[in-house]
């Protein structure tokens, strides 16, 4: 079974542009978590969809967005990008949302730089 | 949301038994507890989770308290590829909240 895919792995954006990011669940998996991680914050917690619904939001700035297809596959976007917005993007799908007892499968994450 | 606390660094020689610890004293009665870990440039890579008691799979083993203030992943046998960071998390609200985490270092 393929693993969690996201695009791009890699980009770079100069502030004050817009980005998005795009995830693929594995095959079957609803819910789809977004995290960024950085040295100094570590893993924080953006926003999980399930069945195209956004059931949970960390603390972020409305200028971080996302939404998920029918299909599973989730996007995120990010606008009017600061030079803080640097970070590795990670997304994490499981099978079923809301009980914490499954287990969250990452892919590689896309790594933003903004210069 | 809950916090964890995990060693910075931990040492253990290959193929021998590694005990990696985690509290998460302020943990909710609902919340399982997660352990990942993370090679350089990868995301994070599930190892083990449970609730309250004693969790096993083909990669590790998972030692909850009974109070489940705090949680030991083991390593039977460490190799070379089990070097990287590892976290904790309690899973609450479908969030993970990893920690600094611990960086695993194996002496060949």
């Known amino acids: 079974k393929a693993g969690v895919t996201q695009t791009p792995r890699y980009l770079i954006k100069t502030r004050g542009q817009q980005v998005t990011l795009s995830c693929s669940p594995i095959?079957?998996?609803?819910?789809v978590s977004w995290y960024q991680q950085t040295p100094g914050q570590g893993l924080q917690f953006l926003f999980e969809?399930?069945?195209?619904?956004?059931?949970n939001k960390g603390n972020f700035p409305g200028r971080f967005s996302g939404r998920q297809f029918s299909n599973s596959r989730s996007e995120m976007n990010v606008s009017t990008l600061e030079l803080g917005d640097s970070a590795l993007y990670l997304c994490?799908?499981?099978?079923?949302?809301?009980?914490?007892?499954?287990?969250?499968?990452f892919g590689p994450g896309t790594r933003l730089t903004v210069t | 949301d809950a916090k964890t606390t995990q060693p910075n660094s931990m040492e253990s020689n290959e193929e021998e038994p590694v005990h990696l610890p985690c509290n998460h004293s302020?943990?909710?009665?609902?919340?399982?507890i997660h352990w990942y870990r993370q090679l350089p440039s990868q995301g994070p890579e599930y190892v083990i989770h449970?609730?309250?008691s004693n969790v096993n799979n083909r990669m590790a083993s998972l030692a909850i308290a009974e109070d489940r203030k705090s949680s030991t992943l083991i390593l039977h046998r460490a190799t070379l590829r089990d070097a990287a960071v590892y976290y904790c998390?309690?899973?609450?609200?479908?969030?993970?909240?990893f920690g600094t985490g611990t960086r695993l270092t194996i002496i060949p």
């Open positions: 302020t943990i909710s009665g609902t919340d399982y």
């Open positions: 994490a799908s499981s099978l079923v949302g809301s009980a914490s007892s499954y287990e969250q499968y």
């Open positions: 449970g609730l309250t």
């Open positions: 969809y399930f069945s195209e619904t956004q059931r």
């Open positions: 095959s079957g998996h609803r819910s």
């Open positions: 998390s309690p899973f609450g609200n479908e969030k993970l909240t």
